[in-house]
């Protein structure tokens, strides 16, 4: 794995008051790389993150994109410099057509002002035009474009889960973090999933990041796997290396399991 | 690391100078005030507090409410006000007590018993028939539900009432004491005499008593509260009970104190109540009254002293101090900021 | 409500097209409506036997329809900020009092210390500034703007219960700084509670138009109402009216999304504001002069009461509930109770009923029909949604 780093988490920590939700984190995404980040239920998974998008800003720690430094910028600046997410209860804006989902996160890439608009200069027509055009090739991209035209809350689960990567693509983004996005799937959709993460990867030339909790998607579909646990990294590797490694069948499994083995 | 940090760092830098500055000219302006008139100063001061102890029977049923269902009760300062107009109908028109005499404090007090009976069942009332079923709903939907009510209580007002401003006598004994040239009202005293121990109860009831406890449960997690066996409807209602019973023994003291009941009386005491509130820390019950006598201090220097903008800018200066909070320290000074989860 | 299809209609006035809600047979009915009642008052109502003009004017006078339409002007500039983006502005009476302000000052004797003619109809003697009234409309809808800028900014960060308090906050106290402003360190800057009257004449095409020029305003009137329809519209359609639903919607999705939150959100306060500010031109013009003590709380509630009640975001609904409520306040009330009390002999004091009648539509329109009584389809899930299901698709913070 000799890519360039696409992003970069140095030291992260996050403290809550009391509370250590993170504790000294550090790892990179490299570019067109899928790398999933795993531990048991709070372990701080989500709240790291938050802290990559900007949601959060930590305790301390950096976070640096493409070489430039994103720490606790504002998420709508990190989204435009290339830094794409979904979210782990789907946050679509169900109101608004699966396409138009799409064309609000191009919104930093539209030029045209409140002026033209208003006028409807041809420029701002024909940007429009592209817009509309490149949201329906993304919902083709992700396998949803017969549904361009529906509003986001009527879409079925599986419609919606692939809507919300669409609209994260349409960021143009370079790294993409995905917030376990096989959660409610059946073992076939996990396994078309899969496929469709590594498509996404290598047409897009993405580094990604998941957070998952199916262990066979996260087997299949990792090239490097990083463990958490309450809030610190206690593993990081191959697959078959973290499968193997004592420090994280405790974390999932508590002490017994040492004993059993 | 530097810049956004730097970033960061600047943007509180300029937060705690700005909030530095503020609070400098404030203790300026006092001494000055101080220096120049101190009998006037004390005096003002003491019509500050008075007005403030008020406000914070007010503030409580705001912050009470808002700790438990996050929602600004808009109608709660016209709950006051009917609890004013009551009080005049029981005492002056019911009873026909209209000056200082031991019939005239019985009705007092049984009139307390009663304007604290009806605005509480008011106040649940309310909340049974119009936000209950909005709790779910988007924010918007409760907020502009409550503009509703306090409308449709203004109009209550406006019958009951008239369209103008009523003036009565009061029971209570007239007369003043004088220290050093203050000019201390007897009802002010008075008024003292009846809000500490109501205040002193309420504390009661929410540390001491099961009930109390529910509510502070509920507060903070209403999910994990109803696991627990509380019935958190009941606890709701409860709490409007409560804030209801503090707004309507305001109404009555302020109606025996000032003598005035007018129908649009709620709406502006109702926003000082609700910025002593927020200036307490919005669901803090101290901060209520810490905050409420604070505005009230405020109010009553700037209305009072020599070097003030006057009575004509009262409210100004109340929603100044409002937006100047809301802008810079929306938490308040005891109350504690809120993560959103993700 | 039928369900709506995103078409691209292509109507005579193409470029009103939008997709969504049937744009064309609106912009077709609204414009038919407004000629038909042009011809009307101009020329029909002249001819027309004293008993039933004599109804007309009890029922459906002139200066009603005007001063509707004033109404209807700011209630479509509150329905950006609330309907579009979701912001709920309780304040919006402040803007509407800006621009009564900036006509006073740039089209009266007011200011006798200069005398400044641009384009105006009022004598080349007279003192005072005076600016054409066209150029007012202008300037009152940017200075609007830069107060709907200076009264967004601090709520940003806040929720929706803080920010709509903030609003009602400088809702007051502008109001107020015009009703003291009789003595701002010494200098007369808004003559306090007497307000400013008269204000000069509208020019049009070479004739002068007073207040009482009723169906010339007219008109006018109805011209800057489609033309903040026309904005409203076009900007929907776009970036930024994406960009305020998806605010409206879910703003912290939206900024993960690369929306900018502030900006949206000020360029919300600032679109809605012109449009309270023309309002506020219009209506100096309607009353001839601007008066500090008409400008109340409960002006900024009726309005947001008639975008609840024409359905938040939905500028045909906005239109029609705010064209409703004016009519019933002005006009609607007092009839009404007139003919009840011929009738039955009462003696009910019909327009004191207003506050029990905004109230209460505030009250059941978020009980029973939060969406609008013309809803946009889409907003009749969104308000009903989280009720009984958990939502998956965030939360309206």
């Known amino acids: 794995m000799s890519n360039k780093s696409a992003l970069?988490?140095?030291?992260?920590?996050?403290?809550?008051?009391?509370?250590?939700?993170?504790?000294?984190?550090?790892?990179?995404?490299?570019?067109?790389?899928?790398?999933?980040?795993?531990?048991?239920?709070?372990?701080?998974?989500?709240?790291?993150?938050?802290?990559?998008?900007?949601?959060?800003?930590?305790?301390?720690?950096?976070?640096?994109?493409?070489?430039?430094?994103?720490?606790?910028?504002?998420?709508?600046?990190?989204?435009?410099?290339?830094?794409a997410r979904t979210f782990q209860n789907i946050r679509l804006f169900g109101l608004m057509t699966a396409e138009e989902n799409v064309m609000v996160a191009m919104h930093s890439h539209l030029k045209s002002g409140v002026l033209s608009t208003i006028l409807g200069t041809r420029k701002q027509r024909a940007e429009e035009a592209e817009s509309k055009?490149?949201?329906?090739?993304?919902?083709?991209?992700?396998?949803?474009?017969?549904?361009?035209?529906?509003?986001?809350?009527?879409?079925?689960?599986?419609?919606?889960?692939?809507?919300?990567?669409?609209?994260?693509?349409?960021?143009?983004?370079?790294?993409?973090?995905?917030?376990?996005?096989?959660a409610g799937m059946n073992p076939q959709e996990s396994k078309v999933f899969v496929d469709f993460v590594y498509r996404v990867r290598d047409e897009k030339n993405l580094g990604i990041l998941l957070i998952e909790h199916d262990m066979s998607v996260v087997m299949k579909v990792s090239e490097r796997i990083t463990v958490l646990d309450r809030g610190q990294k206690i593993a990081e590797g191959t697959p078959a290396e973290i499968k193997s490694d004592k420090r994280v069948i405790e974390a999932y499994l508590g002490k017994s399991a040492e004993s059993g083995k | 690391m530097a810049k956004s940090s730097a970033r960061l760092s600047a943007r509180l830098l300029i937060e705690r100078t700005s909030a530095s500055l503020i609070i400098g000219l404030v203790f300026f302006w006092l001494a000055i005030n101080l220096l120049k008139s101190p009998s006037q100063f004390f005096q003002a001061s003491v019509i500050g507090i008075s007005n403030g102890v008020l406000?914070?029977?007010?503030?409580?049923?705001?912050?009470?409410?808002?700790?438990?269902?996050?929602?600004?009760?808009?109608?709660?300062?016209?709950?006051?006000?009917?609890?004013?107009?009551?009080?005049?109908?029981?005492?002056?028109?019911?009873?026909?007590?209209?000056?200082?005499?031991?019939?005239?404090?019985?009705?007092?007090?049984?009139?307390?018993?009663?304007?604290?009976?009806?605005?509480?069942?008011?106040?649940?009332?309310?909340?049974?028939?119009?936000?209950?079923?909005?709790?779910?709903?988007?924010?918007?939907?409760?907020?502009?539900?409550?503009?509703?009510?306090?409308?449709?209580?203004?109009?209550?007002?406006?019958?009951?009432?008239?369209?103008?401003?009523?003036?009565?006598?009061?029971?209570?004994?007239?007369?003043?004491f004088v220290i050093s040239g203050v000019h201390i009202?007897?009802?002010?005293?008075?008024?003292?005499?009846?809000?500490?121990?109501?205040?002193?109860?309420?504390?009661?009831?929410?540390?001491?008593?099961?009930?109390?406890?529910?509510?502070?449960?509920?507060?903070?997690?209403?999910?994990?509260?109803?696991?627990?066996?509380?019935?958190?409807?009941?606890?709701?209602?409860?709490?409007?009970?409560?804030?209801?019973?503090?707004?309507?023994?305001?109404?009555?003291?302020?109606?025996?104190?000032?003598?005035?009941?007018?129908?649009?009386?709620?709406?502006?005491?109702?926003?000082?109540?609700?910025?002593?509130?927020?200036?307490?820390?919005?669901?803090?019950?101290?901060?209520?009254?810490?905050?409420?006598?604070?505005?009230?201090?405020?109010?009553?220097?700037?209305?009072?002293?020599?070097?003030?903008?006057?009575?004509?800018?009262?409210?100004?200066?109340?929603?100044?101090?409002?937006?100047?909070?809301?802008?810079?320290?929306?938490?308040?000074?005891?109350?504690?900021?809120?993560?959103?989860?993700? | 409500m039928k369900i709506s299809l995103p078409r691209m209609r292509k109507s005579k006035a193409s470029k009103k097209a939008v997709t969504g809600f049937d744009q064309a047979k609106w912009i077709r009915g609204f414009s038919i409506a407004a000629i038909v009642i042009w011809i009307f008052y101009s020329f029909v109502v002249d001819v027309l036997p004293y008993e039933v003009s004599s109804i007309f004017q009890k029922w459906m006078p002139a200066t009603t329809v005007n001063e509707a339409l004033v109404w209807v002007i700011c209630a479509l500039g509150l329905n950006i900020v609330v309907g579009y983006a979701g912001l709920l502005d309780l304040?919006?009476?402040?803007?509407?009092?800006?621009?009564?302000?900036?006509?006073?000052?740039?089209?009266?004797?007011?200011?006798?210390?200069?005398?400044?003619?641009?384009?105006?109809?009022?004598?080349?003697?007279?003192?005072?500034?005076?600016?054409?009234?066209?150029?007012?409309?202008?300037?009152?809808?940017?200075?609007?703007?830069?107060?709907?800028?200076?009264?967004?900014?601090?709520?940003?960060?806040?929720?929706?219960?803080?920010?709509?308090?903030?609003t009602l906050g400088f809702g007051e106290i502008i109001p107020q700084i015009f009703y003291n402003g009789e003595n701002i360190g010494g200098f007369n800057l808004t003559n306090g509670s007497k307000g400013i009257a008269p204000v000069d004449n509208v020019g049009l095409f070479g004739k002068t138009l007073g207040p009482f020029d009723l169906d010339w305003k007219y008109l006018i009137f109805v011209s800057l109402t489609a033309l903040m329809v026309f904005i409203s519209l076009r900007i929907r359609s776009g970036r930024l009216g994406r960009a305020w639903l998806a605010i409206r919607e879910d703003e912290l999705a939206a900024s993960m999304m690369g929306v900018p939150l502030m900006r949206s959100k000020l360029a919300a306060y600032a679109i809605g504001a012109v449009s309270g500010g023309v309002g506020g031109v219009a209506f100096a013009t309607h009353v001839n002069g601007v008066f500090a003590d008409r400008f109340s709380f409960s002006i900024s509630i009726i309005l947001l009461a008639m975008v609840v009640l024409g359905g938040m975001g939905n500028v045909w609904g906005v239109i029609v509930g705010a064209l409703t409520i004016a009519w019933v306040n002005a006009t609607g009330l007092p009839a009404i109770g007139d003919t009840f009390?011929?009738?039955?002999?009462?003696?009910?004091?019909?327009?004191?009923?207003?506050?029990?009648?905004?109230?209460?539509?505030?009250?059941?329109?978020?009980?029973?029909?939060?969406?609008?009584?013309?809803?946009?389809?889409?907003?009749?899930?969104?308000?009903?949604?989280?009720d009984d299901e958990t939502s998956n698709t965030g939360r309206h913070s």
């Open chain 1, 8 to 83: 970069n988490a140095n030291n992260i920590s996050v403290k809550f008051g009391g509370l250590v939700a993170v504790d000294d984190v550090s790892f990179d995404i490299p570019e067109n790389s899928v790398i999933s980040l795993i531990g048991p239920n709070g372990a701080g998974k989500t709240t790291f993150f938050n802290v990559l998008t900007g949601l959060y800003k930590p305790t301390s720690g950096t976070v640096t994109f493409d070489g430039k430094d994103i720490t606790a910028k504002p998420p709508h600046k990190i989204a435009q410099a290339g830094v």
């Open chain 1, 133 to 182: 055009k490149i949201a329906r090739e993304l919902l083709e991209f992700v396998g949803i474009g017969g549904t361009a035209d529906k509003f986001a809350r009527n879409l079925s689960y599986g419609d919606q889960r692939r809507l919300e990567v669409a609209r994260a693509l349409a960021l143009q983004p370079k790294v993409l973090l995905l917030d376990e996005p096989t």
């Open chain 2, 55 to 176: 406000y914070a029977l007010i503030a409580l049923g705001y912050t009470l409410v808002y700790g438990i269902i996050e929602l600004i009760n808009f109608a709660h300062g016209d709950l006051f006000m009917l609890g004013g107009v009551f009080a005049a109908t029981f005492i002056a028109v019911w009873f026909g007590q209209e000056s200082p005499s031991s019939v005239g404090y019985v009705v007092f007090f049984a009139c307390l018993i009663a304007v604290m009976g009806f605005c509480a069942t008011i106040n649940v009332a309310i909340e049974r028939f119009a936000y209950r079923r909005l709790r779910r709903a988007p924010k918007l939907a409760p907020l502009i539900t409550a503009v509703g009510v306090s409308f449709i209580l203004q109009f209550v007002g406006m019958r009951w009432n008239g369209s103008g401003p009523k003036t009565w006598n009061s029971v209570l004994p007239s007369g003043e």
């Open chain 2, 185 to 342: 009202q007897y009802t002010t005293i008075f008024s003292f005499a009846v809000t500490i121990p109501l205040l002193a109860l309420m504390t009661f009831i929410v540390t001491k008593t099961r009930r109390g406890k529910a509510m502070r449960a509920t507060a903070q997690d209403a999910d994990a509260a109803r696991l627990m066996g509380i019935n958190v409807n009941k606890t709701i209602a409860f709490t409007f009970a409560l804030g209801g019973a503090l707004a309507g023994a305001a109404g009555l003291l302020f109606q025996q104190t000032r003598g005035v009941t007018n129908y649009n009386l709620g709406y502006q005491l109702g926003l000082i109540a609700f910025t002593s509130a927020v200036l307490g820390g919005i669901g803090n019950l101290s901060g209520a009254v810490l905050g409420a006598i604070l505005i009230g201090l405020v109010q009553g220097l700037n209305d009072g002293l020599p070097i003030g903008l006057g009575q004509q800018w009262s409210q100004t200066v109340v929603f100044s101090i409002l937006i100047l909070l809301m802008t810079f320290r929306p938490t308040g000074l005891l109350g504690k900021p809120m993560i959103e989860k993700v």
């Open chain 3, 91 to 166: 304040g919006f009476v402040a803007f509407w009092a800006i621009g009564g302000y900036v006509a006073g000052w740039l089209m009266s004797d007011f200011f006798q210390q200069v005398s400044i003619h641009l384009g105006s109809t009022a004598p080349a003697q007279q003192r005072g500034i005076h600016i054409s009234f066209w150029g007012v409309l202008v300037i009152g809808g940017l200075v609007a703007a830069v107060f709907g800028v200076i009264i967004g900014a601090p709520t940003l960060r806040l929720k929706s219960d803080y920010l709509a308090l903030v």
């Open chain 3, 341 to 386: 009390n011929s009738a039955f002999g009462t003696k009910i004091n019909f327009p004191s009923y207003n506050f029990l009648l905004f109230g209460g539509i505030l009250i059941f329109m978020m009980l029973y029909k939060r969406e609008g009584m013309l809803p946009e389809s889409r907003l009749k899930e969104l308000l009903h949604e989280t």
